[in-house]
Nanobody, 128 residues
Framework: QVRLVESGGGLVQPGGSLRLACTVS?????????MGWFRQAPGKEREYVAV????????YYGDSVKGRFTLTREKGENTVYLQMNTLKSEDTAVYYC????????????????????WGQGTQVTVSS
């Protein structure tokens, strides 16, 4: 059974930084998964943050986080990290790790329905 576990959320002041981690377990080939992060604020739809396609050596970012967030993933590792810098109040949300065994086309990278595996979410609150 594939399981995704996130960690690293918390409360931070505007302008601060946090690093989230997501580890996949339960599947021998999970290092080849396309993995990424989404977030959902109260009353809003789930929003694409960043996705790594390891086989294509590409990482993609949502417009709202470009230049501030960095997704990293080491070769052969089952863990992805999301370094979040220069945080803003509008970054406040529950952050979810997502993964798929498939090979999504570029236009579907940011679509939540593309991913069959999800973590439980970790709260990030940016407030003074």
């Amino acid at each position: 059974q594939v399981r995704l576990v996130e960690s690293g959320g918390g409360l931070v002041q505007p302008g601060g930084s946090l690093r989230l981690a997501c580890t996949v377990s339960g599947y021998a080939g999970s290092s080849s998964f396309v993995m990424g992060w989404f977030r959902q604020a109260p009353g809003k739809e789930r929003e694409y943050v960043a996705v790594n396609n390891w086989s294509r050596r590409r990482t993609y970012y949502g417009d709202s986080v470009k230049g501030r967030f960095t997704l990293t993933r080491e070769k052969g590792e089952n863990t992805v990290y999301l370094q979040m810098n220069t945080l803003k109040s509008e970054d406040t949300a529950v952050y979810y790790c997502a993964a798929t065994r498939g090979s999504p086309i570029l236009s579907s990278i940011g679509v939540p329905e593309t991913y069959e595996y999800w973590g439980q979410g970790t709260q990030v609150t940016v407030s003074s």
